[in-house]
């Protein structure tokens, strides 16, 4: 069992910055057994998967749309995943949710369907 924790959402003004944490913890949980994922879902929307981190070689995968803005990284010391928001939209406000993955298939991690575990989430808010 894994346990996904995020913070760090809050509301900020266009071409403003945040950076969000997930703490994950539990006695099956290792950097090295899940890969990691940002998703996203704006009020009436679909989820939209925004970052991933691949647990076997720590390739970074991106949504065209936060591409150049967005950072993934992890702290594995630390169990403790990031997501480095820059140069923020409006259309960036959404829940913000952290997720952990088996997935052997690094073109899935953008798929919600692949994870295995999700944290409560945590709102982000951008105003124009």
């Known amino acids: 069992q894994v346990q996904l924790v995020e913070s760090g959402g809050g509301s900020v003004q266009a071409g403003g910055s945040l950076r969000l944490s997930c703490a994950a913890s539990g006695h099956t949980y290792s950097s090295s057994s899940y890969s990691m994922g940002w998703f996203r879902q704006a009020q009436g929307k679909e989820r939209e998967g925004v970052a991933a981190i691949y647990r076997f070689n720590g390739r970074t995968y991106y949504a065209d749309s936060v591409k150049g803005r967005f950072t993934i990284s992890q702290d594995n010391a630390k169990n403790t995943l990031y997501l480095q928001m820059n140069s923020l939209k409006p259309e960036d406000t959404a829940m913000y949710y952290c997720?952990?993955?088996?997935?052997?298939?690094?073109?899935?991690?953008?798929?919600?369907?692949?994870?295995?575990?999700w944290g409560q989430g945590t709102q982000v808010t951008v105003s124009s």
């Open positions: 997720a952990a993955s088996k997935t052997t298939g690094w073109y899935l991690l953008l798929h919600g369907t692949e994870y295995n575990y």
